[in-house]
């Protein structure tokens, strides 16, 4: 008896023991990413153990000694026992170049096609070891390498018969972090700037340093630090101290540093009469100060520029061109080796034309005229950013000019910090699109890559997600976005779903009961967010000023091209922005097989409203009308969400409790607003169709008045932002009785 008590003891002991063991070590906030290394299962540690035994780097730099660092905590964390660095044994992984390790030297490895940044991943034997190389051209491309390896381990890979060899196919891939020296983030939605310039060059923040670790872990090879919309003391002899600070911690990672600048900044810092990009003063002045910059910081990146858009001064304020512009300020970085991110988001609140052919015309006439240290910067899409677009119409048209593809991060449009919706969807979507400019093949990652025309540079952005909240992004799930940007633009033929999976296995855990269940969820989610904000081409139906919630009733801005009315053009006859060659002929922007497609009656229902005014008993390929689609398609986007959250729930054994409460209650206010986008919009679009709700689709439970009062005077992100409320908002809601809560 007392004996069985005691191995009764003795079983509970042991297995409290092992459910200790098998814990997560600590609880976890998302502030480790998917550089989390929490030991592996033992069965796979027994087989990774022996392959992994030290690490062995023959000479330091900045560089080398981050992958070794790396190295020894991502092995030591995820086999869970000490790896050190250590001389050449069995198992040993040997990391290095040619020049700086005599090892690989002697291995003579096939580097030569790898570039600048490409790495080697080989099992091979040295002196009758059997070892583990990393090896690349330049020492940044065996921290790639070995960030690769671990992520080798932590996706449950084989690492005993490598022979991997990988390289960029973009050159730049730059993340634009919308930062103001002040610490507020345009369209910031997970806090404040991690940059605190004030104390900067004393104080460092660490986080700058884990931050370009996971920048690099990715192959994120150069960010803009602040906001585009920018601020002329960025470029002031302070800050640039400050930045050379910066360059500093994030030059071991591989990450340059870029800035984003004010046209005006001649007049405005140089106290120059014009900033006139044709005055051979205002070329001295760009000169001078390029070359004060580089004297302090030998790698610095380049500018990116808005200019002549949205308030921003820009070289048309002097009757000269975009291409002037940007060729003033490229001719100063040339000699250094910089390049110019010259943006071509430009409409004007005078021109008259459709706001989605404005850049276009103004850009297009400028191809070839731009140096070859410019980029034109083209966003996905011609409007901005929406859950769908299609494609921006530059892309295939300025074939003799670099492009570089700008996606958004963080998610103005698609519900912000808490709505779940993994971008590298969209990504993917465009980058596959067939332009058709040189026939069929003719795809954007063709364009941007630059073979489609020979350029020998490339470059993607994407529009930063990054602030001060624990878990950086916002929200746990929007670090996939961080993740997958800097995934794809390595490789533009990985597919979402394989980023999906590799990212949840690292982020969380590996067990394919919960990959095979959560990599569909994200799959799904992109189309989800389409169907109940923007189903059917709708777009930029979001409230003004913040672009949080639904405000397809707005009429009354002052610019009428950011009124959502003028993008939807509800009338009584029907609904949509006629695009064709009846209406502003935006489609002849295409090549001619898409312009035909997109005005013609096979449009894609994806595209029909952006592209089509039609009638809301309009026959559908479904052969439903367009208004019964409409609703179907805002009551799917809700029940998508649904299952969102259904499936998040049975995730709860294999999450941490802390990461699975808060996206659990992210999904929770997703579900909350995706009902609220879908009853104001049909209320709203009901109030034109005077149709009926299809059979078992449930009326809106308010009226339209209802949710036009809905008012949210401080939702994050807009800097700038004033709270007055607009015309269509009563002033004192509380007075006439109207909610002004999110219903
Ligand atoms: C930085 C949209 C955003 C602005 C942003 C602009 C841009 O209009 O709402 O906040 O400004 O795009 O990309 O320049």
Same mark, same amino acid.
């Given at each position: 008896m007392r004996g069985d008590w005691a191995r009764a003891a003795l079983v509970h002991l042991f297995a409290a023991g092992v459910l200790l063991l098998s814990a997560p070590a600590r609880a976890e906030d998302g502030y480790d990413l998917w550089l989390r290394y929490r030991p592996i299962e033992a069965t796979a540690q027994a087989q990774y153990r022996p392959l992994a035994t030290a690490v062995v780097s023959q000479a330091t730099s900045p560089t080398l000694d981050a992958a070794k660092t790396e190295l020894t905590k991502g092995l030591s964390g995820l086999l869970d026992r000490p790896v050190g660095a250590g001389a050449l044994a069995d198992g040993a992984v040997v990391i290095g170049t040619p020049a700086s390790s005599p090892l690989i030297a002697g291995l003579k490895l096939p580097l030569a096609p790898l570039g600048n940044e490409g790495y080697l991943i080989r099992s091979t034997s040295i002196d009758g070891h059997a070892v583990t190389v990393i090896a690349a051209n330049r020492d940044i491309g065996v921290l790639y390498g070995s960030f690769a390896f671990l992520r080798l381990i932590?996706?449950?890979?084989?690492? @005993?018969?490598?022979? +991997?060899?990988?390289?960029?196919?973009?050159k730049l891939r730059l993340l634009n972090h919308w930062d103001n020296i002040d610490g507020t983030i345009e369209r910031g939605y997970a806090g404040h700037s991690i940059f605190d310039w004030h104390k900067m060059p004393d104080y460092m923040d660490p986080r700058y340093t884990v931050m370009a670790r996971a920048d690099a872990s990715v192959g994120i090879n150069g960010i803009a630090l602040n906001n585009v919309s920018s601020d002329v003391w960025m470029? @002031?002899?302070?800050? +640039?101290?400050?930045v050379a600070a910066l360059a500093d911690v994030l030059r071991p990672y591989g990450v340059r540093v870029y800035l984003s600048i004010k046209f005006s900044a001649p007049v405005e810092l140089g106290k120059l009469k014009t900033a006139d990009p044709a005055d051979p003063m205002v070329a001295a002045w760009w000169k001078q100060e390029v070359d004060a910059i580089y004297r302090q910081i030998p790698d610095f990146g380049g500018f990116v520029v808005k200019a002549n858009s949205e308030g921003q001064p820009g070289p048309r304020d002097y009757n000269r061109s975009q291409a002037e512009g940007a060729n003033v300020v490229a001719d100063a970085l040339k000699p250094h080796g910089g390049t110019v991110f010259w943006r071509a988001f430009v409409y004007s609140e005078k021109d008259p034309t459709d706001r989605a052919k404005q850049a276009y015309n103004e850009f297009k006439p400028l191809d070839g005229k731009f140096r070859d240290n410019v980029f034109v910067q083209t966003k996905n899409g011609a409007i901005d950013f929406q859950p769908r677009e299609p494609v921006h119409p530059l892309f295939g048209a300025m074939p003799k000019t670099n492009l570089a593809l700008e996606v958004?991060?963080?998610?103005?449009?698609?519900?912000?910090?808490?709505?779940l919706v993994y971008l590298p969807v969209l990504f993917k979507e465009v980058l596959d699109w067939d332009t058709m400019a040189k026939g069929k093949g003719s795809t954007v990652a063709r364009v941007i890559d630059g073979s489609l025309e020979g350029h020998t540079t490339s470059a993607m952005v994407g529009v930063s997600n990054i602030g001060d909240d624990r878990n950086w992004t916002g929200s746990q799930f929007n670090q996939a976005d961080w993740y997958g940007f800097g995934r794809l633009a390595w490789d533009l033929n990985l597919t979402p779903e394989q980023i999906a999976r590799e990212w949840l296995a690292q982020t969380f855990t590996n067990d394919p009961a919960f990959i095979d269940k959560m990599a569909p969820m994200m799959m799904a989610s992109r189309e989800a967010v389409v169907n109940y904000m923007t189903p059917l081409g709708l777009h930029h139906i979001m409230a003004t000023g913040h672009h949080y919630g639904p405000g397809p009733w707005v009429d009354d801005l002052p610019r009428p091209e950011q009124n959502p009315v003028y993008f939807h053009r509800a009338d009584a006859?029907?609904?949509?922005?006629?695009r064709t060659p009846s209406g502003s002929d935006a489609t002849s922007q295409y090549a001619p097989p898409i312009a035909k497609l997109f005005a013609g009656p096979d449009i894609p229902d994806r595209y029909l409203?952006?592209?089509q005014h039609v009638g809301w008993d309009h026959k559908m390929k479904s052969g439903r009308s367009l208004w019964d689609e409409l609703v179907l398609h805002y009551d799917e986007g809700v029940a998508q969400v649904a299952q969102m959250r259904q499936t998040w729930d049975?995730?709860?054994?294999?999450?941490?409790?802390?990461?699975?409460?808060q996206t659990a209650a992210f999904l929770g206010i997703q579900a909350k607003e995706a009902q609220w986008w879908r009853d104001a919009c049909i209320a709203y679009f009901e109030t034109f169709s005077h149709m009926p709700m299809p059979a078992g689709h449930a009326a809106p439970p308010h009226d339209l008045t209802y949710y036009k009062a809905v008012y949210i005077p401080y939702a994050p992100g807009r800097t700038g932002y004033t709270a007055a409320p607009f015309k269509n908002t009563p002033k004192d809601p509380d007075q006439n009785g109207i909610a002004t809560q999110i219903p």
């Open positions: 932590q996706t449950r890979q084989q690492i @005993a018969r490598l022979d +991997i060899s990988s390289a960029p196919r973009l470029l @002031a002899p302070m800050y +640039i101290g400050k958004q991060l963080t998610k103005e449009y698609l519900g912000q910090a808490t709505h006859k029907g609904v949509g922005f006629d409203l952006w592209f049975a995730m709860k054994p294999y999450v941490d409790a802390e990461r699975w409460s």
